[in-house]
């Protein structure tokens, strides 16, 4: 059953009352009662709890913690999504809420010790406590409830209440249209009350009142209060649409004198749909807020929620509904963000409330929900571009990839910390891990690379001059995807490059000899002209051409020189390094390999000691926005690249005709530019290796059986040293900042074994392969990865 009204409004010099109405309903303990009752009420449906964005604040403290009997006797809460702001340490503490009303219950346990001084009766000498009305104790109950552990907990539970009681001496208890008794509150006093809320300093303003348009004074209030920094919450009336589809023209005037600090407050039921005593948003959509108005729990008595039991013994308890009831849950949502994030302009709250509203009804604003339902843990989560808060030009949205690292990394990115500290474009600042985001090279398909290549060899010479290249077959390329040939190429890459790769050779004196090649690096080359003879394997390359990373769009250049029995040689190579993992970017819908230029030149000696074959080089590689082919956000990294030096040894021992064995050894130094985030301390130390041997005309004439142990190029110390944001003073408006390390070096170490045979078969070339892969691509957490491979070829 529902009781009558039990307030009317009232302004002075106008006929028509300024009231605060509220409905009372009475529900059997036993039942949901809207998610209102008594310990024994059954829970309401639970609200989901996202994780909360991290801010730079203690450990939060648990979802569960927030989960109590108390928790789920209140709408409000729930409804709303607070807990994320509760986790976070929000509960309104410091922060004095307003709330110009017919006064509070001073003894009600849930406001013990938070009622300001700075209350006061503003129409009156009368005191706080009105015997005949509860409407401002149910208001302040709403927004500020305590978290006690009894009766229920409003959104601000550590907000100060600053009672402005405003009801028109005896109003309340004087019947008025016929059976509705209720309170008249006239502008004068309103003023006053706005005045006084002003000098106690009061951050929000909550008026749970309605009637006829406000006067010149009471605009001017408001317009006083707007320019003091306090955000004002008014209610949107309790007329349905029976007189108009606008709210209230008391909450319009408010608002079009409060410069956008006021919302205006429209009510929704417990399935999230508008009230039907609830005004609409009509004209003022773009300042309307809904939230739960309709069947909140619960009318206190003697300290505790009210239980009315009846002659049968059944027992009720009583809620309330009222437009005067959502603007509440708006006032305490609108005091948590002025206490956590303490830069927030009114201004500020306002659009953020309104702006991360849960879309109601039509998309977008429209004329009935306005922007929405209040969404709180939405209000508290980054908006916008985030940026480090220490540089405010170094933007880092969170959700971006921070760091794509590449094959010689390994799983160095899955144990990353990079704590920091962001502002969003409201400048409040956040706690995050930047590592959360970085991403490990995708792990290479080594034999798949190897098999469907697809491509076809041509040679040929003349003279001093030898041409070698492999056209790709497109529509083997175009089933292999991904890469093409041994490191396979984008998909459109593969597409244009016909001409997979071309090799030219040509003698320009006697000692001398050039070499060009196209979709190739230089080190095949300067092998070739040094006249090393290595053995075929199928899926195992070597390291001395491993630079820990993918690369495409490749040309080189070799040049080497006789000088006696030692050979020198000149190399240079460049192209694009391929980012081993899709970068996500909040502007694009995909997420796209990244490709940066890199610069490679470097010299090579070779001498050969009877059976012994022997190799020593030296390059220096330069990458334009890369280091070892990882890429770092622009945010962290500005333009950093890196320079490397590499070292390469190789040797080859051949005690007959038939037999080799071979060893090659790798090692690199890495020194990132320093720009952006990154200081001094920034460097890599990195290596590869192998040893292979191999029996030549082992079953029949023209064939080899090799067997190759391979470590590829691997990180074996070292990482980034980047200077980040660790604390933010919002006094200040200033960042203390840390050094923090990114270690680079990646648990795992993979180890790759190869038994590979090649010969002559059937018109053709057979090649066999079995291998064995340890820590796939230096993942500790990956399985081995076995593979037997069978390879035939035949030219025309």
Request: proline content about 6%; overall charge neutral; aromatic content about 6%.
């Amino acid at each position: 059953m529902v009781a009558p009204s039990t307030a009317s409004k009232g302004r002075n010099r106008n006929p028509r009352a300024r009231r605060a109405s509220a409905a009372l309903a009475f529900c059997f303990i036993l039942n949901a009662c809207g998610g209102g009752g008594t310990v024994s009420t059954p829970a309401p449906p639970p609200a989901p709890t996202p994780t909360p964005t991290p801010t730079p604040t203690p450990t939060p403290t648990p979802a569960a913690a927030f989960d109590t009997a108390e928790y789920r006797r209140s709408d409000g809460p729930s409804f709303h999504n607070v807990i994320p702001a509760w986790q976070l340490g929000a509960n309104g503490e410091g922060v004095t809420l307003a709330i110009i009303d017919s006064g509070i219950d001073t003894a009600n346990p849930e406001f013990a010790g938070r009622i300001s001084p700075q209350s006061q009766d503003v129409a009156g000498s009368r005191g706080l406590d009105n015997a005949d009305s509860s409407h401002g104790t149910q208001v302040a109950l709403t927004a500020a409830a305590a978290r006690n552990g009894t009766g229920i907990v409003g959104i601000a539970w550590g907000a100060t209440i600053q009672a402005l009681r405003a009801d028109s001496p005896g109003s309340c208890a004087t019947p008025k249209d016929g059976d509705k008794g209720g309170c008249t509150f006239f502008d004068s006093a309103i003023t006053a009350g706005v005045d006084r809320a002003v000098a106690a300093g009061a951050r929000v303003i909550n008026i749970s009142l309605g009637g006829s348009p406000p006067n010149s004074s009471l605009r001017a209030a408001i317009a006083r209060a707007a320019a003091a920094g306090i955000v004002v919450i008014v209610s949107a009336g309790n007329d349905g649409v029976s007189s108009t589809t606008n709210p209230d023209s008391f909450a319009v005037g408010l608002r079009q004198a409060g410069n956008g600090n006021v919302i205006i407050a429209g009510s929704v039921d417990e399935n999230r749909q508008i009230s039907s005593f609830s005004n609409h948003a009509g004209t003022e959509a773009q300042w309307y807020l809904m939230a739960l108005g309709e069947r909140v729990c619960c009318v206190y008595e003697n300290g505790q929620i009210k239980i009315t039991t009846d002659s049968s013994g059944q027992q009720f308890v009583t809620v309330v509904s009222g437009t005067s009831f959502a603007a509440p849950q708006i006032a305490g949502a609108a005091a948590l963000l002025r206490q956590y994030f303490p830069n927030l302009t009114a201004t500020q709250v306002v659009d953020l409330l309104l702006r991360t509203a849960s879309d109601a009804g039509a998309t977008g604003t429209d004329d009935i929900y306005g922007r929405g339902i209040m969404n709180i843990g939405a209000a508290f989560a980054p908006q916008g571009t985030t940026s480090l808060a220490d540089n405010s030009t170094a933007m880092v949205p969170l959700g971006e990839t921070t760091f794509s690292g590449s094959a010689a990394m390994g799983d160095a990115a899955k144990t990353g910390n990079l704590a920091a500290v962001v502002l969003d474009s409201y400048g409040r600042a956040y706690r995050t891990n930047l590592a959360a985001s970085m991403r490990s090279a995708q792990v290479r398909p080594r034999l798949g690379s190897a098999l469907l290549g697809g491509s076809r060899s041509i040679d040929g010479a003349a003279g001093g001059l030898s041409l070698a290249f492999s056209v790709v077959d497109p529509l083997r390329a175009g089933r292999a995807g991904g890469w093409s040939g041994q490191l396979r190429l984008s998909s459109r890459d593969a597409e244009a490059a016909r001409v997979l790769a071309a090799r030219v050779v040509a003698r320009v004196s006697p000692r001398a000899t050039m070499a060009f090649a196209y979709a190739e690096g230089a080190d095949g080359m300067v092998a070739q002209l040094q006249g090393q003879s290595r053995p075929a394997f199928l899926v195992s390359g070597d390291p001395n051409g491993d630079f820990g990373f993918f690369r495409t769009g490749l040309t080189s250049l070799a040049l080497r020189r006789q000088f006696g029995p030692l050979g020198l040689t000149a190399l240079a190579e460049n192209g694009k390094v391929l980012t081993g993992s899709p970068i996500s970017l909040t502007h694009s819908i995909m997420s796209p390999r990244l490709e940066d230029h890199y610069f490679r030149f470097g010299l090579s000696l070779d001498r050969h000691f009877g059976p012994v074959e022997t190799s020593l080089g030296l390059s220096w590689l330069r990458e334009d926005r890369t280091m070892l082919g990882a890429r770092l956000h622009s945010g962290l990294a500005g333009s950093s690249g890196a320079d490397s030096l590499f070292l390469d040894i190789g040797a080859a021992y051949r005690p007959s005709a038939d037999w080799r064995l071979g060893a090659s050894w790798r090692r690199g130094w890495t020194s990132p530019h320093l720009s952006g985030t990154l200081v001094a301390g920034s460097r890599l130390s990195s290596s590869g290796w192998a040893v292979d041997a191999s029996r030549l005309n082992l079953f029949r004439d023209g064939d080899s059986l090799s067997v190759r142990l391979l470590q590829p190029l691997r990180v074996e110390s070292g990482g980034l040293a980047m200077r980040l944001p660790d604390a933010y003073d919002y006094a200040t408006l200033a960042a203390t900042s840390v050094v923090r390390r990114l270690d680079l070096s990646p648990q795992g170490r993979e180890l790759m074994r190869e038994l590979a045979w090649r010969g002559p078969l059937g018109g053709g070339s057979l090649t066999a392969s079995a291998y064995w892969r340890s820590d796939p691509q230096h993942h500790a957490d990956l399985p081995d990865d076995f593979g037997l491979g069978l390879s035939w070829a035949a030219r025309f």
